[in-house]
Nanobody, 126 residues
Framework: QVQLVESGGGLVQAGGSLRLSCAAS????????MGWFRQAPGKEREFLAT????????YYADSVKGRITIPRNNAKNTVYLQMNSLKPDDTAVYYC???????????????????WGQGTQVTVSS
C-alpha cells in the first residue's frame, strides 16, 4: 500500500511558476513509476508527465512539453512537478499517481496507475 500526498498548489499569476510535491509513504518508492495528471472542471483527467522508477526516463504530454519537468528524489520518497510560464488554462486539480513496475519504464496510461493522491488545486489568474 502506498499513500500519496500532494502539496504546493495555490494561486499564481499568468507567467508565473509553481513546484508541486508528492510525498509517498512506505519504503518501496523506488519500485514505482510516477505520474502527474490534472483535471479541470467538466473535463476528463489529463496526463501530464511520467518518470520511471530510477528517474532515468521521462515523458511529457505535448500540451505542456517545454513548460514542465518531473524530477524525483527516491531518497526523500518524493516526486515533483515544476511548472513554468503558467497560463489560465492550467487551472485544475493536480494529482500524482504511482504505478508498480518491475521494469524501469515510464507509464503513460491513466488506468494502469495503482495509487492516487487526493489532489492539489492550482489556479492561474490572468
Amino acid at each position: 500500500q502506498v499513500q500519496l500526498v500532494e502539496s504546493g498548489g495555490g494561486l499564481v499569476q499568468a507567467g508565473g511558476s509553481l513546484r508541486l510535491s508528492c510525498a509517498a509513504s512506505g519504503r518501496t518508492f523506488g519500485t514505482y513509476a510516477m505520474g502527474w495528471f490534472r483535471q479541470a472542471p467538466g473535463k476528463e483527467r489529463e496526463f501530464l508527465a511520467t518518470i520511471s522508477r530510477s528517474g532515468s526516463s521521462t515523458y511529457y504530454a505535448d500540451s505542456v512539453k517545454g513548460r514542465i519537468t518531473i524530477p524525483r528524489n527516491n531518497a526523500k520518497n518524493t516526486v515533483y512537478l515544476q511548472m513554468n510560464s503558467l497560463k489560465p488554462d492550467d487551472t485544475a486539480v493536480y494529482y500524482c499517481a504511482a504505478d508498480y513496475s518491475a521494469y524501469d519504464v515510464v507509464q503513460l496510461f491513466k488506468d494502469q496507475y495503482d495509487y492516487w493522491g487526493q489532489g492539489t488545486q492550482v489556479t492561474v489568474s490572468s
